[in-house]
């Protein structure tokens, strides 16, 4: 019931002391206000005036704009650290998705992430706002109110401890089942939610292969599943709520009923009577609000820890330090020695004791079948994955596993990535360009959109640079989305590491050839990795790496290579002969 994950929070013990402070200052008015009534009543019952009772009436009323007071600045108190937290949780995510290179989203699911990032942090919010001022209160509330029952009458105190243990033991008892219930709810939420976007993705191939009908019923089946899971979660909610308040009612009447007979024999006085009466029911509340409220915020609580879980996850991951390397010039050196890489879950490692090692500025091929570890090897050069053993050195300098491999900015910040399907963000074909260079004119981002050949589809664009592209706005085909990321490339020339992955895989023959034409300029005075399936590309490279089955064949000039008959001689007469 109680979540330790709270106590993590940075700045929650003050908010928990003042939280202290505002229940004690409650239970005192919630005491006025009892005793207040009762001695108004009393006063008339006995004969006394209207004007003997209007203090205690003013006192009563004093005690209830109190509370509405202390509700005040205390949810004025709890909106700020709820809010302050939340912001924090989002940035130590956000923070860690980005430090982790993808794998956060590759171990949760794209959907799980996205929605704890958005949705789940808003609720967590809730959470917090609504179940740290339960938690005091259910403990500091009753203990007060009970003293002064105890004080009031012996008996109707007596009850009401004797109550207390029994209501907290089904809590705990429900709270067991309700929690189980909770998280099997957000465990088939995160399976629909991941399942849904990974459709939406794939939804142009599903329809392609006449699978639309069947992964229909899937997101069907997945959705009743996450049905089936919030009605039996709801079930346990309500069923909790009756029972609590059921044993509440019997405390109550149990009290009520000692009240009237002690009333009857004259062992106590009616003002007493009165104030325990009225207490009773205050004395109840806030376990009955803390039980209703836990099952309303169970929601928030399981993304508080699935949000913590990830963010812990992320730290453990990635190690903090940061490296220096000077930025990349013709003699500097990249080496790569027994560097090993296996995909979170596979069996088989995708690089094997890949050793490299590459100086200056040259144009650097990696060639081999499908599945052989070019883009992995291209991955982790650009930094986007770690290694799981082997070093790589850069000018001396060593990073191993322990020490996330490329992933540093003083790297990064060098390298530009083009892939297969470079990403073109939903915001103008100016912003595009300038992703590397926010700071470029509009003459340099001309210039850079003449040099790639975009000017065709500039003079097409309703509003030309301003013209909005990409998701939700103008789409693009493959060749196009590849001159943006050379535009953006032309434009930094601070990057003076550029990693391509399969570039022109998906272009026609004719598209490729007319970019090859504005690459192969683009690529002097760099360190360029270009990992391809077409051959044609390897005479224009100054050195070539064939990978089979994610370990070098085979290194060495091009010609030489051909020469000695051995893994590129052979890849390449498995493709026809197509490179010579
Ligand atoms: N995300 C992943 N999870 C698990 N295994 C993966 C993942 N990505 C790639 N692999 C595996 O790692 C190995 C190397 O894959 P990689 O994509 O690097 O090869 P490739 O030579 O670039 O292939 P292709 O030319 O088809 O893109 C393959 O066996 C592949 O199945």
Redesign the pocket.
């Known amino acids: 019931m109680m979540d330790k994950s709270l106590f993590s929070l940075p700045g929650i013990m003050p908010v928990m002391g003042m939280l202290v402070v505002f229940a004690l200052v409650l239970s005192a008015s919630i005491i006025g206000e009892a005793v207040s009534l009762s001695a108004a009543i009393t006063t008339m019952w006995q004969g006394g005036s209207l004007a003997h009772a209007l203090p205690h009436i003013a006192l009563f009323f004093g005690c209830f704009a109190l509370q509405a007071l202390v509700h005040h600045l205390q949810d004025g108190m709890l909106d700020r650290f709820a809010n302050k937290q939340v912001e924090c949780l989002r940035g130590e995510l956000l923070a860690g998705l980005f430090r982790t290179r993808g794998q956060m989203v590759?171990d949760n699911g794209t959907a799980a992430v996205t929605w704890s990032v958005l949705e789940g942090a808003s609720q967590t919010e809730n959470y917090l706002r609504i179940i740290l001022p339960k938690l005091v209160g259910v403990v500091v509330i009753p203990f007060v109110l009970l003293i002064c029952s105890f004080v009031l009458d012996l008996t109707s105190g007596i009850i009401l401890l004797v109550m207390y243990p029994v209501i907290i033991f089904y809590m705990v008892m429900l709270g067991k089942v309700a929690k189980a219930r909770a998280e099997n709810q957000y465990a088939k939420y995160t399976r629909m939610s991941n399942h849904f976007v990974d459709t939406l993705r794939g939804m142009d191939t599903l329809r392609a292969f006449g699978r639309g009908r069947q992964n229909g019923e899937q997101i069907y089946q997945t959705s009743e599943d996450f049905r089936v899971a919030t009605i039996d979660t709801l079930k346990v909610a309500t069923l909790s709520s009756a029972v609590l308040d059921l044993i509440a009612t019997l405390g109550v009447a149990g009290v009520a009923i000692m009240l009237a007979f002690h009333l009857v024999d004259g062992s106590i006085g009616l003002f007493a009577a009165l104030a325990v009466l009225v207490l009773s029911p205050e004395y109840f509340k806030p376990i009955r609000q803390f039980g209703s409220d836990y099952h309303a915020s169970l929601d928030g609580k399981n993304a508080l820890a699935a949000i913590v879980g990830m963010i812990d996850a992320a730290k453990e991951t990635v190690p903090a330090r940061e490296h220096a390397v000077a930025p990349w010039s013709p003699y500097s050196m990249l080496e790569l020695d027994e560097v090993s890489y296996?995909?979170?879950?596979?069996d088989?490692?995708?690089?094997k004791d890949v050793y490299l090692s590459i100086e200056g500025c040259q144009k650097v091929g990696v060639v081999?079948?499908?599945?052989?570890?070019?883009?992995?090897?291209?991955?982790l050069l650009a930094g986007f994955a770690s290694p799981d053993g082997g070093t790589i050195t850069i000018d001396g300098a060593t990073f191993d596993a322990d020490e996330g491999g490329l992933g540093f900015s003083d790297w990064q910040n060098q390298v530009a990535y083009i892939p297969?399907d470079p990403y073109v963000f939903g915001v103008s074909l100016r912003d595009n360009i300038r992703f590397y260079a926010p700071e470029s004119t509009d003459e340099q981002v001309m210039r850079a959109v003449e040099l790639v050949g975009l000017d065709e589809l500039l003079a097409q664009l309703p509003e030309g640079l301003d013209t909005v592209i990409g998701e939700g706005g103008r789409a693009l085909s493959g060749g196009q989305a590849q001159r943006i990321a050379l535009a953006r490339v032309l434009l930094d020339d601070s990057r003076r590491i550029l990693i391509f992955?399969?570039p022109t895989?998906h272009l026609d023959i004719e598209t490729e050839l007319e970019l090859k034409s504005r690459m192969l300029p683009l690529m002097e005075g760099r360190l360029v990795i270009f990992?391809t399936?077409r051959l044609h590309w390897l005479a224009d490279m100054d050195w070539i790496i064939v990978?089979e089955d994610?370990d070098v064949a085979e290194q060495g000039d091009y010609r030489e290579l051909l020469a000695e008959r051995g893994a590129l001689w052979r890849l390449v007469e498995n493709m026809n002969g197509g490179a010579r």
């Not at 088989?348 to 690089?351: N, Q």
């Not at 079948?369 to 291209?378: F, I, M, P, R």
């Open positions: 590759r296996t995909y979170p879950g596979a088989t490692p995708a690089l081999g079948v499908s599945g052989s570890g070019k883009s992995t090897l291209a991955s297969q992955d399969e895989a990992a399936h990978m994610g």
